[in-house]
Nanobody, 114 residues
Framework: QVQLVESGGGLVQPGGSLRLSCVVS????????MGWYRQAPGKQRELVAG???????NYADSVKGRFTISRDDAKSTVYLQMNSLNPEDTAVYYC????????WGQGTQVTVSS
């Protein structure tokens, strides 16, 4: 069973950047697509970025051009580089397989505020 531990969140001013990390314990090679999801207060969890084992990526329109997902299977880690952050990006961020299966990690809080 795969376990996921997210980190790297924090408080950042609008326009700032953060880099999230997700360490995957278990066989990351068994996961074809890894995704980063987020859940803002009062909203449903949404997929914001995905990356295949081969490195192909896709993004939600709301983050396209600002966020970059990457994965290092040798380190069993998935990253999300977030630039030009705005208050609408405030949410708890999670990584998980896409489509989702298994158990959510604890997530990492990202707050964009001046």
């Amino acid at each position: 069973q795969v376990q996921l531990v997210e980190s790297g969140g924090g408080l950042v001013q609008p326009g700032g950047s953060l880099r999230l990390s997700c360490v995957v314990s278990g066989n990351i090679f068994s996961i074809y697509v890894m995704g980063w999801y987020r859940q803002a207060p009062g909203k449903q969890r949404e997929l914001v970025a995905g990356i295949t084992r081969g490195g192909s990526t896709n993004y939600a329109d709301s983050v396209k051009g600002r966020f970059t997902i990457s994965r290092d299977d040798a380190k069993s880690t998935v990253y999300l580089q977030m630039n030009s952050l705005n208050p609408e990006d405030t949410a708890v961020y999670y990584c998980a397989p896409s489509p989702f299966r298994g158990t959510w990690g604890q997530g990492t809080q990202v707050t964009v505020s001046s």
